[in-house]
Protein backbone atom coordinates (compact mmCIF):
# COMPACT_ATOMS: atom_id res chain seq x y z
CA UNK A 1 0.00 0.00 0.00
CA UNK A 2 0.94 3.78 -0.71
CA UNK A 3 2.31 5.79 2.22
CA UNK A 4 3.27 9.32 2.11
CA UNK A 5 5.84 10.83 4.57
CA UNK A 6 6.71 14.92 5.54
CA UNK A 7 9.02 16.06 7.75
CA UNK A 8 9.85 17.66 10.61
CA UNK A 9 6.22 17.56 12.27
CA UNK A 10 6.90 21.00 13.29
CA UNK A 11 9.35 23.71 12.41
CA UNK A 12 10.03 27.18 14.27
CA UNK A 13 12.51 29.15 12.03
CA UNK A 14 13.37 33.27 13.03
CA UNK A 15 12.69 35.08 9.76
CA UNK A 16 15.36 35.28 7.00
CA UNK A 17 16.78 32.22 7.87
CA UNK A 18 16.24 29.03 5.21
CA UNK A 19 13.54 26.33 4.89
CA UNK A 20 13.55 22.89 3.48
CA UNK A 21 10.78 20.67 3.76
CA UNK A 22 10.27 17.16 2.73
CA UNK A 23 8.07 14.76 1.10
CA UNK A 24 8.57 11.28 0.23
CA UNK A 25 6.14 8.90 -1.16
CA UNK A 26 6.13 5.03 -1.40
CA UNK A 27 4.51 2.14 -2.78
CA UNK A 28 3.79 3.77 -6.07
CA UNK A 29 5.36 5.22 -9.43
CA UNK A 30 5.89 8.14 -10.98
CA UNK A 31 2.80 9.82 -8.96
CA UNK A 32 1.81 13.50 -9.64
CA UNK A 33 2.80 15.57 -6.48
CA UNK A 34 1.53 18.45 -4.61
CA UNK A 35 2.50 21.48 -1.89
CA UNK A 36 -0.30 23.18 -0.27
CA UNK A 37 -0.24 25.59 2.40
CA UNK A 38 -3.43 26.35 4.65
CA UNK A 39 -3.07 29.43 6.73
CA UNK A 40 -4.64 30.13 9.63
CA UNK A 41 -7.93 30.45 8.40
CA UNK A 42 -8.64 27.04 6.30
CA UNK A 43 -8.42 27.47 2.74
CA UNK A 44 -6.52 25.59 0.75
CA UNK A 45 -3.63 27.16 -1.21
CA UNK A 46 -2.08 25.14 -3.87
CA UNK A 47 1.99 26.55 -4.14
CA UNK A 48 3.93 23.58 -6.43
CA UNK A 49 2.93 20.82 -8.50
CA UNK A 50 4.93 18.22 -10.00
CA UNK A 51 3.85 15.03 -12.68
CA UNK A 52 7.81 14.31 -13.15
CA UNK A 53 11.18 14.20 -12.09
CA UNK A 54 12.13 17.78 -12.24
CA UNK A 55 9.10 19.13 -13.47
CA UNK A 56 7.66 22.04 -11.37
CA UNK A 57 4.92 24.20 -11.85
CA UNK A 58 4.32 27.00 -9.25
CA UNK A 59 0.86 28.52 -8.80
CA UNK A 60 1.80 31.83 -7.10
CA UNK A 61 4.34 33.68 -6.82
CA UNK A 62 6.60 33.75 -3.80
CA UNK A 63 9.22 33.36 -1.57
CA UNK A 64 9.20 29.84 -1.97
CA UNK A 65 10.63 27.06 -4.62
CA UNK A 66 10.05 23.24 -5.34
CA UNK A 67 12.24 20.77 -6.17
CA UNK A 68 11.71 16.93 -6.67
CA UNK A 69 15.19 15.25 -7.32
CA UNK A 70 13.94 11.62 -7.18
CA UNK A 71 10.44 10.19 -8.66
CA UNK A 72 8.71 10.45 -5.32
CA UNK A 73 10.70 12.77 -3.25
CA UNK A 74 9.85 16.53 -3.19
CA UNK A 75 11.13 19.15 -1.49
CA UNK A 76 10.00 23.16 -0.58
CA UNK A 77 12.57 25.94 0.19
CA UNK A 78 13.15 28.67 0.75
CA UNK A 79 16.68 30.90 1.20
CA UNK A 80 15.06 33.69 3.31
CA UNK A 81 11.89 33.01 5.21
CA UNK A 82 9.02 35.75 5.71
CA UNK A 83 6.88 36.37 8.83
CA UNK A 84 3.64 35.63 6.64
CA UNK A 85 5.37 31.84 5.54
CA UNK A 86 3.96 30.67 8.84
CA UNK A 87 1.48 27.79 8.19
CA UNK A 88 0.32 24.31 7.46
CA UNK A 89 2.20 22.47 4.63
CA UNK A 90 0.56 19.82 3.26
CA UNK A 91 2.26 17.70 0.47
CA UNK A 92 -0.43 15.20 -1.81
CA UNK A 93 0.63 13.03 -4.33
CA UNK A 94 -2.44 11.07 -6.79
CA UNK A 95 -1.41 8.23 -9.32
CA UNK A 96 -4.10 9.49 -11.77
CA UNK A 97 -5.86 12.64 -13.01
CA UNK A 98 -8.42 12.04 -9.47
CA UNK A 99 -8.07 11.77 -5.86
CA UNK A 100 -5.09 12.95 -3.92
CA UNK A 101 -4.07 11.76 -0.35
CA UNK A 102 -2.71 13.65 1.87
CA UNK A 103 0.53 13.48 4.10
CA UNK A 104 0.71 14.59 7.82
CA UNK A 105 1.54 17.98 7.17
CA UNK A 106 4.79 20.44 8.92
CA UNK A 107 3.49 23.42 10.86
CA UNK A 108 5.85 26.00 10.36
CA UNK A 109 6.11 29.13 12.69
CA UNK A 110 8.03 31.67 12.07
CA UNK A 111 9.28 34.07 14.10
CA UNK B 1 -14.25 30.70 -13.00
CA UNK B 2 -13.64 28.08 -11.05
CA UNK B 3 -15.09 28.04 -7.54
CA UNK B 4 -16.65 25.45 -4.89
CA UNK B 5 -18.73 27.03 -2.16
CA UNK B 6 -19.30 25.28 1.15
CA UNK B 7 -21.20 26.66 4.61
CA UNK B 8 -18.60 27.67 7.27
CA UNK B 9 -20.14 25.82 10.21
CA UNK B 10 -22.58 23.28 11.10
CA UNK B 11 -23.45 22.28 14.33
CA UNK B 12 -25.46 19.11 15.56
CA UNK B 13 -26.21 16.61 18.57
CA UNK B 14 -24.53 13.27 18.77
CA UNK B 15 -27.07 10.69 17.15
CA UNK B 16 -28.44 13.31 14.62
CA UNK B 17 -27.68 13.07 11.04
CA UNK B 18 -25.46 15.70 9.40
CA UNK B 19 -25.78 17.36 5.95
CA UNK B 20 -22.98 19.23 4.46
CA UNK B 21 -23.24 21.15 1.28
CA UNK B 22 -21.48 22.23 -1.41
CA UNK B 23 -22.05 24.24 -4.68
CA UNK B 24 -19.49 24.32 -7.72
CA UNK B 25 -19.25 25.66 -10.92
CA UNK B 26 -17.61 23.53 -13.30
CA UNK B 27 -19.44 21.56 -15.00
CA UNK B 28 -16.46 19.63 -16.61
CA UNK B 29 -15.08 17.72 -13.38
CA UNK B 30 -15.34 14.47 -13.64
CA UNK B 31 -14.83 13.54 -9.86
CA UNK B 32 -16.51 15.00 -6.47
CA UNK B 33 -14.65 14.49 -3.19
CA UNK B 34 -15.27 14.95 -0.08
CA UNK B 35 -11.80 15.05 2.44
CA UNK B 36 -12.23 14.94 6.41
CA UNK B 37 -9.50 17.00 8.43
CA UNK B 38 -9.10 16.73 12.20
CA UNK B 39 -7.11 19.26 14.32
CA UNK B 40 -3.15 19.31 13.09
CA UNK B 41 -3.81 16.12 11.06
CA UNK B 42 -3.62 16.16 6.88
CA UNK B 43 -6.69 15.59 4.91
CA UNK B 44 -8.02 12.35 4.89
CA UNK B 45 -10.35 11.00 1.68
CA UNK B 46 -13.46 10.36 2.48
CA UNK B 47 -15.19 9.22 -0.50
CA UNK B 48 -15.79 10.54 -3.94
CA UNK B 49 -18.44 10.12 -6.53
CA UNK B 50 -18.10 9.80 -10.59
CA UNK B 51 -19.74 12.49 -12.04
CA UNK B 52 -22.43 10.46 -13.46
CA UNK B 53 -23.80 9.28 -10.54
CA UNK B 54 -26.92 10.55 -8.60
CA UNK B 55 -25.80 8.69 -4.79
CA UNK B 56 -22.78 6.89 -3.81
CA UNK B 57 -23.78 5.34 -0.12
CA UNK B 58 -20.48 3.66 2.03
CA UNK B 59 -21.39 3.04 5.58
CA UNK B 60 -22.71 6.09 7.54
CA UNK B 61 -21.77 8.24 4.41
CA UNK B 62 -24.16 9.39 1.64
CA UNK B 63 -23.17 11.23 -1.26
CA UNK B 64 -25.70 13.14 -3.38
CA UNK B 65 -25.06 14.53 -6.57
CA UNK B 66 -27.12 17.07 -8.56
CA UNK B 67 -25.79 17.49 -11.33
CA UNK B 68 -28.42 20.37 -13.28
CA UNK B 69 -27.51 22.60 -9.82
CA UNK B 70 -23.98 21.82 -9.65
CA UNK B 71 -24.87 20.91 -5.70
CA UNK B 72 -22.89 18.17 -3.65
CA UNK B 73 -24.21 16.74 -0.81
CA UNK B 74 -22.39 14.34 2.41
CA UNK B 75 -25.07 13.14 4.83
CA UNK B 76 -23.77 11.53 7.66
CA UNK B 77 -25.85 9.14 9.33
CA UNK B 78 -25.94 8.87 13.08
CA UNK B 79 -23.25 11.90 13.87
CA UNK B 80 -20.43 10.97 16.60
CA UNK B 81 -18.47 13.19 18.55
CA UNK B 82 -15.80 11.73 16.48
CA UNK B 83 -17.07 13.14 13.16
CA UNK B 84 -16.42 16.95 14.61
CA UNK B 85 -13.84 17.62 11.69
CA UNK B 86 -13.58 20.38 8.74
CA UNK B 87 -14.99 18.65 5.56
CA UNK B 88 -13.98 19.70 2.69
CA UNK B 89 -15.65 19.38 -0.74
CA UNK B 90 -13.44 19.39 -4.10
CA UNK B 91 -13.76 19.13 -7.72
CA UNK B 92 -11.43 18.49 -10.62
CA UNK B 93 -11.79 19.88 -14.00
CA UNK B 94 -10.76 17.82 -16.70
CA UNK B 95 -8.89 21.06 -18.19
CA UNK B 96 -6.67 21.31 -15.21
CA UNK B 97 -3.08 20.30 -16.15
CA UNK B 98 -1.70 18.21 -13.78
CA UNK B 99 -4.78 16.51 -11.76
CA UNK B 100 -5.29 19.56 -9.49
CA UNK B 101 -8.09 19.93 -7.39
CA UNK B 102 -10.41 22.61 -6.35
CA UNK B 103 -11.21 22.57 -2.91
CA UNK B 104 -14.24 24.62 -1.01
CA UNK B 105 -13.23 26.81 1.79
CA UNK B 106 -14.89 23.95 4.42
CA UNK B 107 -17.21 22.65 6.72
CA UNK B 108 -16.52 22.45 10.54
CA UNK B 109 -18.64 20.61 11.88
CA UNK B 110 -18.91 20.11 15.86
CA UNK B 111 -21.00 17.45 17.54
CA UNK B 112 -22.35 18.12 20.89
CA UNK B 113 -23.17 15.67 23.08
Known amino acids: SQTIHQWPATLVQPVGSPLSLECTVE??????LYWYRQAAGRGLQLLFYSVGIGQISSEVPQNLSASRPQDRQFILSSKKLLLSDSGFYLC??????????FGPGTRLTVT | GEDVEQSLFLSVREGDSSVINCTYTDSSSTYLYWYKQEPGAGLQLLTY?????DMKQDQRLTVLLNKKDKHLSLRIADTQTGDSAIYFCAENPIYNQGGKLIFGQGTELSVKP
Open chain 1, 92 to 101: AWSETQYEQY
Open chain 2, 49 to 53: IFSNM
Open chain 1, 27 to 32: GTSNPN
